[in-house]
């Protein structure tokens, strides 16, 4: 298949339509629990994976936030034949294609980016093309807090789990997501399942399928490369590190980030939100300690700048972490263990979207203090209702030092582990939707 992708950033002039309806239905989960084992790939002639009639239609159509501040969209899409072309399009409705056929979709451009902004995010990670990958998709679009903009924090559509890593599979994996990524961003981060690095087959530029096909506004944040970079939507500021990509002292990754964080504005986006994913704190028997010497390098960044939460995938299961930091050890002093910190970030791994490879379940034993939860889907839900309708996943997000006192609400999650919506609400929209 010649493939030619297509991109154009979209410029958004239309004002921002925001739904004044905010739901905040702290509590809500579903009883579905996605089974321990593991899954398969739905088969090439899966629904799904259809390729729209007509000649040379574009396909794998996706959006992502097309600067800093969201008033782009770059819209990307593949078509077989024929190069890919230029757009013809209205602010929220576009069309994509030339002549023989083309495709009309839509999406609301996201409110000026402000304090009081109330928003609600997916937050999908490892998600893949299975049967569950299927199930955590239809979970995303049917529940009833209403997903604006996913944060994706990587492994997208493991297509290196193929023979020659079989890009065909990164095209059913965008025919796929169409269904949802079309009509509103994902912001993309990279995954291991990114890298396609494959010398013995000679393949060594890594993350080119990635790059190809998902574009990122990273030149936006004065960033270098597409693999960390930042954008700010409604009331947060978020963050997106490269778990992969070099990131010691005097990377060009390093320096960004260096340069980066004191550039948000707290008073204007008070949430701010790191994705990235590989966890620093995990403590499942997988991929253990895989992302220990970043942590060793930007914890204490995290910490000196607040950083609200930091969720990663990698890790096919759900854990947050106390309010915890780890950023005395000096090799001679002894002091190596997390102590709680109310200056920093929660930890949350949401590293199950259904891909192949199956649930992670094997935890280290006894659940380390950090840990202040993990566990299967049951299990989640048990202390949902333990906690009650005020469900502060993210433990209390309440800094009194804070200019603005956010605390999110309704972090409803489908089986705790699949998938999660986070709502960001401040203290008087809280108020007012009864959730404190
Ligand atoms: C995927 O999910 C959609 C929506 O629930 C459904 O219509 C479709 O049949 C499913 N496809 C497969 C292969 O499971
Ligand atoms: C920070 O944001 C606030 C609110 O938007 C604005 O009034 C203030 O000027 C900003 N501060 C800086 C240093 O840009
Ligand atoms: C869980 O992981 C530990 C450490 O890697 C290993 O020793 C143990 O056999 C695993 N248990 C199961 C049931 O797989
Ligand atoms: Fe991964």
């Known amino acids: 298949m010649r493939a030619s992708g297509a991109t154009l950033v979209l410029a958004v002039v239309a004002a921002a339509v925001l739904n004044a309806a905010v739901l905040c239905s702290g509590g809500f989960t579903s009883s579905f629990v996605r089974k321990v084992e593991k899954t398969v790939d739905m088969p090439l002639d899966s629904d799904v994976f259809e390729v729209p009639p007509g000649y040379n239609a574009p396909q794998q159509v996706h959006i992502t936030q097309g600067d800093h501040i969201g008033k782009a969209v770059i819209v990307s899409w593949v078509t077989v034949d024929e190069p890919g072309s230029k757009l013809m399009t209205l602010n929220i409705y576009y069309e994509v294609g030339i002549g023989h056929t083309t495709r009309t979709f839509w999406f609301t451009t996201p409110p000026a980016v402000g304090p009081d902004v109330p928003y609600t995010f997916g937050l999908i990670g490892d998600l893949g093309q299975s049967y569950d990958s299927n199930r955590t998709l239809t979970h995303y679009e049917r529940n009833p807090a209403k997903g604006q903009t996913v944060l994706f924090v990587g492994d997208l559509s493991y297509a290196d789990n193929y023979p020659n890593h079989d890009n065909v599979r990164w095209d059913t994996w965008g025919r796929f997501v169409e269904r949802s990524v079309a009509y509103q961003p994902w912001i993309w981060t990279a995954g291991n399942h990114e890298i396609d690095f494959a010398p013995d087959i000679g393949e060594t530029k890594p993350f080119k399928p990635y790059t190809h096909r998902y574009r990122v506004p990273y030149k936006a944040s004065d960033s270098t490369a597409p693999f960390w970079y930042s954008v700010k939507r409604a009331s947060a500021y978020i963050i ?197």
């Not at 220990?292 to 890790?315: L, S």
């Not at 649930?359 to 566990?375: C, I, V």
């Open 240 to 436: 997106v590190l490269s778990s992969y990509s070099a990131y010691g002292k005097y990377t060009p990754q390093y320096k960004w980030l260096e340069d980066e964080l004191p550039k948000v504005n707290r008073s204007e986006t008070p949430w701010l939100i790191v994705l990235m994913h590989s966890p620093w704190y995990n403590s499942y028997n997988y991929h253990y300690m895989e992302g220990e010497t970043m942590r060793v390098m930007y914890e204490p960044w995290f910490v000196q700048y607040k950083v609200d939460v930091v969720f990663a995938g990698h890790v096919h299961a759900y854990e947050r972490s106390e309010r915890v930091s780890n950023i005395a050890y000096n090799i001679v002093n002894g002091i190596c263990s997390p102590v709680s910190d109310q200056s920093a970030p929660v930890y949350i791994t949401i590293g199950d979207g259904g891909n192949l490879e199956g649930l992670a379940t094997n935890m280290s034993e006894p659940q380390p203090k950090y840990s202040a939860f993990r566990g299967p889907a049951s299990a989640m839900q048990r202390s949902l209702s333990r906690t009650g309708p005020m469900l502060t996943t993210v433990g209390t997000v309440t800094r009194m030092d804070m200019p603005y006192k956010l605390i999110p609400c309704g972090f409803s999650t489908d089986s705790g582990i699949l998938l999660m919506i986070l709502q960001l609400l401040n203290l008087e929209q809280l108020q007012s939707n009864g959730c404190i």
